[in-house]
């Protein structure tokens, strides 16, 4: 019984030994292992570099031919022949349509006669008048028989011969009129009458539209009317036509005016469209460079912190982010052109830079290094 309690005593005394030599021990420790170690943000940065940089301004339009007539008769009637349908390929002076013409050539017929009546007219009384002027000169008649001879001639020749001479014109003008050309070369848009309906001198019959060259109109706002010019080149995107190709445009009319409506100034760009992959109607995108630098840093937009309104970068430098204010050129929301601030070179901070301050370790685990 004495026995097993000095054995436990022992056991009990030796346990306490033990745990006190593991606290000296780990009170023995060096002051530097048990300082805090300081975190580090990981980064992602790009180097600055010089370039030029252009900004586009994005306006919507609709694609247009450059010419496009509304054909309309000058004259009223029924319809006798249509010769052309829709997409039908058209040279200026092609045959259209063909209205009635028999009444026409009837009234033609009908003045063409009344002219060589009043032809005939007017030579017998230029004949008697003749007659009438060797007799006044022989004494054989008087003043006043000559002078009404004389008004008879002039009678027949202003009124007779040139009244029927103008039913003649305004017949023959009616006959023409009943044949309906192609104003312009082009493609047949929009036909709207058939045989036998009447055709009237306030609706087309026709619309043609000269599509070799299409338009887009858009409106520029006053900020950048002035970066445009005559003659500028821009890209035009039409995605009905070929959503992965832009095409080229000229500018070739920039208003001098603001449009009163919609306070904006209309331009004109003119594309290139023999092969008539562009149709009048489909939505267009014009991309309007306004605004261009050149030997600018150039810096990915998503660098730009804002701070109280100061737009600043931060740039790694021996581990640590340093900030620094930039003034900028202008943004296009993919790119930032910058003018001061930072230098060719500089390691500029493009993920991680909202988590870092002025001074804050960094590690550089991604970008240009």
């Known amino acids: 019984m004495l026995l097993s309690k ?69 004259m009223g009637g029924k319809v006798e022949e249509v010769k052309v349908k829709v997409g039908d390929r058209v040279q200026k002076g092609d045959v259209m349509v063909r209205l009635e013409s028999d ?94 309906q009447t055709a009237g001198p306030t609706s087309p019959v026709v619309t043609v539209v000269n599509m070799d060259t299409v338009v887009v109109r858009v409106n520029v706002p006053e900020t950048d009317i002035n970066t445009v010019k005559m003659g500028d080149t821009v890209k035009v995107t039409v995605p009905a036509a070929a959503a992965d190709e832009a095409f080229t445009g000229e500018l070739t009319m920039v208003a001098p005016a603001a449009d009163a409506r919609t306070k904006a100034y209309p331009i004109e760009v003119a594309i290139d469209n023999k092969e008539h992959v562009l149709k009048p109607g489909m939505f267009a995108q014009v991309a309007l460079g306004t605004r261009s630098v050149e030997d600018a840093l150039i810096i990915p937009q998503e660098a730009l912190v804002d701070i109280n309104g100061i737009k600043v970068v931060y740039v790694a430098v021996d581990g640590k982010a340093v900030q620094q204010d930039v003034s900028l050129a ?31 370790p960094v590690t550089v685990q991604g970008g240009d290094k």
């Open 6 to 74: 000095t054995v436990r005593m022992i056991t009990y005394l030796t346990l306490v030994a033990t745990l006190l030599f593991v606290l000296s021990g780990c009170g023995a420790q060096p002051v530097e292992a048990q300082k805090e170690q300081v975190e580090t943000i990981a980064v992602s940065v790009v180097k600055a570099e010089k370039g030029d940089l252009q900004k586009f301004s994005e306006l919507s339009g609709k694609v247009e031919g450059q010419s496009e007539v509304n054909v309309i008769p000058k």
């Open 103 to 196: 009444e026409i050539r009837a009234r033609l017929n009908q003045a063409q006669a009344g002219l060589a009546a009043a032809r005939a007219s007017f030579t017998n009384a230029e004949s008697n008048y003749q007659r009438m002027q060797e007799l006044f000169k022989q004494g054989a008649i008087s003043q006043q028989q000559l002078d009404s001879v004389e008004m008879q001639y002039e009678t027949a020749k202003s009124q007779g011969v040139k009244q029927a001479e103008a039913l003649v014109e305004q017949a023959r003008i009616a006959l023409d009129s009943a044949t309906i050309e192609a104003p312009i070369d082009g493609i047949v848009a929009f036909r709207y009458v058939d045989p036998g």
């Open 330 to 360: 202008f943004t296009t929301g993919e790119q930032a052109a910058v003018l001061t601030g930072i230098n060719a070179g500089d390691a500029v901070i493009i993920q991680g830079q909202h988590r870092v301050d002025d001074g804050s």
